[in-house]
């Protein structure tokens, strides 16, 4: 099977099928489910986008199935992102004592968080497969628990994309992965600053973060990693697969999540903290 899109710039592009990476039980009818409940096709999330991203697919339509089902991949877990990051600075109590600086952390990556998603979704001209999320009971109410989760995803984001930097069929697409990359890797970091900064009111402060790997670890020093770690994910199934307990309810339950309090994607027209950093082309 193949999927035909049309491209303003490059006619029709014939993008074939991507594989069949989600766990069966929750695929199809989660795929169906959850587009419906985003409520956005693919013309009204791409309005969303900046200028430049109407231009990211030029001279790039011959997408492969590796990597359409790595851009999939990518953009739930920006879209899982996203979510995080907005009901920290919306609802979890601990935000509003952090210093500024601190805020301003968790409210720049938030808006770079978006940025990703909706050039992602400007390639694959489809929403995410997932909008509806799971998170441990504890998860906006508890600092250590949020803090956790929070570089639990990170790790598995930064995994994923080193994933497509091996894997992606093209330079430019290699070259974007990383440039995103490197951003998740600084907001791990910037995450585990916030530790420290925790009041004690709200549990604080945090001196020691439990990551994907299970063990906890000091942030002191925050910027702990002298090489991004792969977690040996061997393909892109392997980062789904770290991901599922927040995609999937069944999955969310047997994982000791809270499965009766989904959190949904709220997608939205983000702003970039700095020119020079922004997205331009995928040459670079």
């Known amino acids: 099977m193949h999927d035909h899109r049309d491209d303003p710039e490059l006619g029709t592009v014939t993008l074939p099928a991507a594989p069949d990476i989600w766990d069966p039980a929750t695929t199809r009818k989660g795929f169906l489910k959850g587009a419906a409940v985003a409520g956005l096709g693919a013309t009204s999330l791409g309005a969303l986008a900046p200028a430049a991203l109407a231009r990211a697919t030029h001279g790039h339509g011959g997408l492969t199935r590796t990597d359409i089902a790595i851009l999939g991949a990518a953009q739930v877990a920006e879209a899982l992102a996203v979510t995080t990051y907005m009901n920290i ?3 979890a ?4 004592n952090l210093a500024s600086d601190d ?7 938030l808006q770079e968080e978006m940025s990703h998603y909706l050039l992602e979704q400007g390639l694959t001209k489809k929403p995410a497969a997932f909008t509806t999320f799971y998170y441990p009971s504890k998860m906006f109410t508890d600092a250590q628990t949020t803090l956790n989760i929070l570089v639990t995803l990170e790790d598995a984001f930064i995994a994923a994309y080193l994933i497509g930097v091996r894997d992606f069929s093209s ?3 290699r070259v974007t992965a990383a440039r995103i990359m490197g951003i998740e890797s600084d907001h ?3 995450a585990r600053v916030v530790g420290p ?3 004690g009111q709200d549990g604080g402060p945090v001196e020691q973060i439990t990551g994907i790997q299970k ?6 020093p925050p910027n702990n990693n002298g090489y991004e770690r792969t977690l040996k994910l061997k393909n892109i199934g392997g980062a789904v ?10 999955a969310a339950q047997s994982a000791g999540f809270d499965p009766t309090k989904p959190y949904k994607f709220a997608p939205f027209t983000p702003t970039l903290p700095g020119q020079l950093g922004e997205f331009h082309s995928l040459k670079g």
């Open 89 to 91: 600075i919306n609802t």
């Open 93 to 96: 109590p601990f935000f509003k």
């Open 103 to 109: 805020q301003g952390y968790l409210k720049a990556a």
């Open 171 to 173: 330079s430019a697409l």
């Open 188 to 190: 791990r970091t910037l």
């Open 197 to 199: 900064g925790v009041a």
């Open 215 to 220: 063990s906890a670890e000091s942030v002191d």
């Open 241 to 250: 697969e770290a991901l599922k307990p927040f995609i999937s309810k069944p």
